[in-house]
């Protein structure tokens, strides 16, 4: 099959030709530079007018056979310039009398890295100018495990080397002029797999003001901006227990954010693959490759239904071109992948610690990433275990089951804890929807829902004291066999079903914020997406529970969060 790709979601005024037979992609670009400033979307739309027609008549002539599909980004992306892309690809389906198919710009992103790496089921990272966001695939859809809460990486890595007076795009003069700095500290912000870049931006920014040289705050972005990116990717990792990871994005051609990503896989035994530059900036060849999967699955699209959509997520794509729906099997296949490679019960390695079990006691330490940078690290893994014993501590205070904190030592960055629970509320969850034992799958189904509604309670206790936890997934929170919870003495609320205990505060703080308790909300149900083998029932029992004992404006501003889009 041949297919023909359009992309113009912003810059890039692209055409490709995809030949399935030779797995051969050949693009066609043509970029719209700004004079000044960012990217104008009249001046972008007028480019891509004038642009589309000509790299679409080279690329056709380049392949010389007939198209048997015609392929475009439907969104996300600038609406003028997505309809000029849009209307072209309708014409030239209409004209050639062959099928269009509308792709989500971000899964080509996602996908080219797995087509060309011919990973299986990675972890998908795409670091793009309007975009940040960590892919996870399961139960037939892209789940979008983290993101970024304001800009894209790329948009702000710009707007701050247009504060210097630097032209677009910024990106590759950051890079430049990175080799020449050095460390200076930033704000670090990441919650749970969700990380923002406006306070970082303003700080870069104040520096460069007061007089910091502008090399040393570029090199210093790049280790803040992309420690924070690698470090997600690392916790989606963890989470899905996958080894393969992919990037996806302009931001991608930066070679010290690919030399974090691989340092930070080869250290946990994870692969890491990125695509050539040409797949990871915006092109049609992305574009081409999963219109070609798309229409072979017979998922094309009528030309009445083909609008474009400025906000596309990829979340609402129902995947028809994987073969596997990254369902049971896939969860159970790489728990026992994981189980082998562990080969013992007694150490665990996190996303961000190793944890041994001696006893009754776990010691949990954070050892140095050589991805990130040492003055970094040492900061990070300083701060995190004095906070972790705090809120542990602070939870538990208010009644919320959390294990007792015996040691902490900043120096080795090494936590001693009380051993709790029997396993992470991720086993449960993951098994809730067994087919081949009926009655064992609804007790575990109703297992899961109760120990995820008490987790709701926690987590508002937690937030009407003033705190959040900061990454409340399901493999931080610990849970106990009913009958082995030992007669109740804790007062929990659900001794009856065993304790239910919330683990690793490290990304924890004390905040008055509606908005910081509907994330730390919102993180807990994007985890259940990730892992569970039936998100939608404990998701509706985590909002049931935190009704029962928190404010109902944090469910609103959860609703509200779930429902905002976050082009810009
Ligand atoms: C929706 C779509 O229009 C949008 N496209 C987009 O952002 O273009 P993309 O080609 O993926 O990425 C461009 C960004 O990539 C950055 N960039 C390019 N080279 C870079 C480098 N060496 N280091 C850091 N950033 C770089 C640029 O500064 C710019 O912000 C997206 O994918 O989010
Ligand atoms: N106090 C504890 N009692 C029992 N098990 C524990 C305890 N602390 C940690 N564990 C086990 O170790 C695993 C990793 O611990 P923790 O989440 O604290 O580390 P981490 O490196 O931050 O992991 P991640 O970032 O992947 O959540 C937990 O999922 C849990 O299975
Ligand atoms: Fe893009």
């Not at 790709?5 to 037979?21: F, L, V």
């Not at 890491?272 to 574009?287: C, K, S, V």
């Not at 505060?505 to 993180?523: I, W």
């Not at 928190?550 to 469910?555: A, E, I, R």
Request: hydrophobic share 40%; charged share 25%; net charge negative.
């Amino acid at each position: 099959m041949r297919v023909l790709g359009i992309e113009g979601t912003a810059w890039a005024a692209s055409a490709a030709c995809y030949d399935t037979a030779t797995d051969e992609v050949s693009i066609e670009t043509d970029a719209y530079l700004p004079e000044s400033g960012g990217i104008h979307p009249r001046e972008a739309a007028e480019h891509m007018r004038e642009a589309i027609p000509d790299v679409v008549e080279t690329a056709l002539d380049e392949q010389g056979k007939p198209i048997d599909a015609v392929a475009f980004s439907r969104g996300p992306g600038l609406g003028p310039c997505l309809r000029i892309a849009g209307t072209a690809a309708r014409a030239l389906a209409g004209s050639l009398d062959v099928p269009l198919v509308g792709v989500n710009h971000m899964l080509a992103h996602a996908e080219i890295g797995r087509h060309r790496s011919g990973f299986d089921s990675p972890v998908c990272l795409n670091a793009s100018g309007a975009n940040a966001h960590v892919l996870g695939y399961t139960n037939g859809r892209y789940r979008i495990l983290g993101e970024t809460t304001d800009t894209g990486v790329g948009n702000a890595l710009d707007k701050f080397t247009r504060h210097v007076g630097w032209s677009h795009p910024g990106g590759p003069k950051i890079e430049r002029a990175a080799a020449e700095g050095e460390y200076v500290d930033l704000p670090y912000v990441v919650t749970g797999m969700d990380f923002s870049f406006s306070g970082i931006m303003s700080a870069a920014k104040a520096a460069v003001d007061e007089g910091t040289p502008v090399e040393d705050v570029c090199f210093s972005l790049q280790e803040t901006v992309f420690g924070m990116l690698t470090e997600v990717a690392e916790r989606a990792l963890s989470l899905t227990r996958s080894s393969e990871l992919v990037l996806g994005g302009g931001v991608g051609q930066n070679a010290r954010l690919r030399e974090m990503l691989t340092a930070m896989c080869e250290a946990r035994g994870a692969e890491f693959f990125a695509p050539e530059a040409r797949f990871l900036q915006d092109n049609a060849g992305m574009i081409a490759v999963l219109g070609a999967k798309m229409a072979a699955a017979g998922d094309t699209i009528a030309i009445a239904d083909s609008r474009v959509d400025s906000g596309f997520r990829p979340d609402e794509v129902p995947v028809t071109w994987r073969e596997d729906r990254g369902g049971r099997g896939a969860i159970e296949e790489r728990r026992n992948d994981a189980a082998r490679e562990i080969g013992s019960a007694d150490a665990y390695q996190g996303a961000e610690a190793t944890v041994e079990i001696a006893g009754d006691r776990v010691v949990k330490r954070r050892h140095p990433k050589a991805y990130r940078h040492p003055e970094l690290d040492e900061r990070l893994r300083r701060d995190r275990i004095v906070q972790e014993a705090r809120l542990t501590s602070a939870a538990r205070r208010e009644g919320v089951p959390t294990p007792v904190v015996h040691d902490v030592d900043t120096h080795e960055a090494a936590l001693t804890l009380e051993h709790v629970g029997e396993c992470d509320l991720r086993e449960i969850v993951e098994a809730s929807e067994d087919d081949s034992d009926a009655t064992a799958a609804t007790a575990a189904t109703a297992r899961g829902e109760r120990a995820v509604r008490t987790v709701a309670g926690h987590l508002a206790t937690l937030h009407a004291a003033g705190f959040v936890h900061g990454d409340p997934t399901t493999r931080n929170v610990r849970v106990s066999d009913p009958l082995a919870s030992g007669g109740g003495d804790e007062g929990d609320r659900n001794t009856d079903e065993g304790l239910t205990y919330l683990i690793d505060f490290g990304l924890g703080y004390h905040t008055d914020s509606v908005e910081d308790y509907a994330m730390d909300c919102h993180v807990f149900e994007r985890s259940l997406d990730g892992t569970a083998a039936a998100p939608d029932p404990l998701r509706a029992a985590f909002e049931e529970g935190y009704g029962e004992v928190g404010s109902p404006d944090v469910l609103d501003r959860l609703r509200e969060i779930e429902g905002r889009g976050r082009y810009q």
